[in-house]
């Protein structure tokens, strides 16, 4: 088990850029059982514990219709993980790979994602299963999973192409 803060063995931490260039809106909060990063599941399980979604207002609406679908996709930001690490050992065991190589919450831009079983919604409430990040996480954005759409067509002559 890692612990916070550390750098393993083989591990390189770079200076991270003071500049930003996204401007990326908070759409709710993520409420989970887990209040450390030690506690919490490395993967979220669909026979995992229930857990709210929040939606802020004026977002509230865009719930509408989720429950069509049961899988979602939901994307948050891990706003208490490291962004400094580009070489990581994810198991500590001596090796190392680059951060784009594996999953880990350590990461420049810390985006995670989670697909997750639909349970309910009850007002500004989703209710899911699958969660796999800490309490008051925020919450960038929700989609259906994408495995439950047909793959698109493949282009045809006259369809737009890139430089067009």
């Known amino acids: 088990m890692f612990r916070e803060q550390e750098i393993r063995q083989g591990e390189?931490?770079?200076?991270?850029?003071?500049?930003?260039?996204?401007?990326l809106i908070y759409i709710g909060r993520i409420h989970t059982p887990w209040t450390s990063r030690m506690e919490c599941p490395r993967q979220g399980r669909h026979d995992?514990?229930?857990c709210?979604?929040?939606?802020?207002?004026?977002w509230v609406q865009g719930l509408q219709d989720v429950g069509l679908y049961e899988r979602l996709e939901v994307l948050y930001w891990l706003d208490h993980s490291r962004r400094d690490l580009i070489l990581q050992s994810p198991k500590s065991d001596g090796t190392t790979r680059g951060v784009f190589s594996i999953r880990s919450p350590v990461r420049p831009n810390p985006i995670a994602t989670s697909?997750?079983?639909?349970?309910?919604?009850?007002?500004n409430m989703l209710y899911v299963r699958g969660m796999d990040c800490l309490d008051g996480t925020p919450l960038l954005d929700i989609k259906p999973d994408r495995t439950?759409?047909?793959?698109?067509?493949?282009?045809?002559?006259?369809?737009?192409?890139?430089?067009d």
């Open 115 to 123: 697909i997750v079983q639909f349970e309910r919604i009850e007002g």
């Open 52 to 58: 709210r979604i929040e939606i802020f207002s004026p």
């Open 48 to 50: 995992g514990p229930l």
């Open 12 to 23: 390189v931490q770079v200076a991270v850029p003071e500049q930003v260039d996204a401007w």
């Open 148 to 163: 439950l759409f047909s793959p698109l067509a493949a282009a045809q002559p006259g369809d737009f192409q890139v430089g």
